[in-house]
């Protein structure tokens, strides 16, 4: 089955709710409340990366999560780290981080890869381009999906020469990132594409700007959580090992529709076809 990711953003400026979860306490609470509402992973951030973004330092933003992921561990939960810096990825694994969530996929820290071979910790390398403040100006392609592909083949060829396990290695094609809302449609169009590649996928669309377009104009925010659980199911029905979501709750009410369509039916069928790919180190209760 495809995992849910829960976003925990522990920053000021996050685009979709920055400053909600910015103190340790709310942050903690917030995580233990996506747990409950069906969330097999926490992902938390401590660094803005939404278009426009100031940079902080590894030291603000490791004072930002440490404390949060070494509390939401001790209480059971599973704890991605959403980190472009090696010392953060670091110090988020020696608290109890189970996955390396990286949007750089190694391009912005050349520690990182050496950081993901040592752990050993699942590493999810997503496409990149640039930083937050430059990431819009690079989003040129004559065939997106062919040339997201092809520069994802590259990151893995440069992760494994560095010695990360292949097994190790999930894919994200980076919706949003250097990407302009046409480019995001035809990727989650094509994700079956990404098959070629041979690891496994995740997705994150969750309340990005291009799910407006299939929203009324000037709509709040909190409405892209529908197109967002609608995106959760095509990504799971294409194979995704997981989706990164801010409304947990919506996408596993969406997704568990989906499992009940897969339930094996009297003639011995299936309802959809479906497999969900995953590292081989990955367990899952």
């Known amino acids: 089955m495809t995992l849910i990711m829960g976003v925990l953003n522990v920053t000021p400026d996050s685009f979709s709710d920055g400053g909600q979860w910015a103190s340790t306490d709310a942050a903690i609470e917030h995580g233990m409340m996506l747990h409950t509402q069906g969330a097999d992973l926490i992902d938390v951030g401590g660094e803005s990366t939404r278009p426009g973004a100031t940079r902080v330092s590894p030291e603000q933003e490791q004072q930002r999560i440490i404390p949060v992921v070494t509390e939401l561990v001790r209480q059971g939960l599973r704890l991605s780290i959403d980190t472009l810096n090696a010392a953060t990825a670091r110090a988020a694994a020696n608290a109890g981080a189970c996955?390396?969530?990286?949007?750089?996929?190694?391009?912005?820290?050349?520690?990182?890869?050496?950081?993901?071979?040592?752990?050993?910790?699942?590493?999810?390398?997503?496409?990149?381009?640039?930083?937050?403040?430059?990431?819009?100006?690079?989003?040129?392609?004559?065939?997106?999906?062919?040339?997201?592909?092809?520069?994802?083949?590259?990151?893995?060829?440069?992760?494994?020469?560095?010695?990360?396990?292949?097994?190790?290695?999930?894919?994200?094609?980076?919706?949003?990132?250097?990407?302009?809302?046409?480019?995001?449609?035809?990727?989650?169009?094509?994700?079956?594409?990404?098959?070629?590649?041979?690891?496994?996928?995740?997705?994150?669309?969750?309340?990005?700007?291009?799910?407006?377009?299939?929203?009324?104009?000037?709509?709040?925010?909190?409405?892209?959580?529908?197109?967002?659980?609608?995106?959760?199911?095509?990504?799971?029905?294409?194979?995704?090992?997981?989706?990164?979501?801010?409304?947990?709750?919506?996408?596993?009410?969406a997704l568990n529709v989906l499992a009940s369509v897969q339930q094996p039916t009297p003639h011995g069928g299936r309802g959809l076809p479906h497999s969900a790919a995953r590292p081989s180190q990955w367990t899952h209760d």
């Open 99 to 253: 996955v390396i969530n990286d949007v750089s996929g190694g391009l912005a820290d050349p520690g990182m890869a050496g950081i993901a071979a040592e752990t050993g910790l699942t590493y999810v390398a997503m496409h990149w381009r640039a930083h937050a403040q430059q990431m819009d100006t690079l989003a040129d392609y004559d065939d997106v999906v062919t040339e997201v592909i092809a520069e994802l083949r590259t990151r893995v060829d440069v992760l494994t020469r560095a010695g990360v396990a292949r097994e190790q290695i999930v894919l994200d094609p980076g919706l949003g990132f250097s990407k302009k809302p046409e480019h995001n449609w035809q990727l989650l169009g094509r994700l079956d594409a990404f098959a070629e590649l041979g690891l496994p996928v995740m997705v994150g669309a969750s309340r990005k700007r291009f799910l407006a377009e299939v929203l009324p104009v000037g709509a709040p925010l909190p409405d892209r959580d529908l197109p967002t659980a609608v995106v959760s199911v095509l990504a799971a029905q294409a194979g995704a090992w997981a989706v990164r979501v801010h409304d947990v709750a919506a996408t596993r009410t």
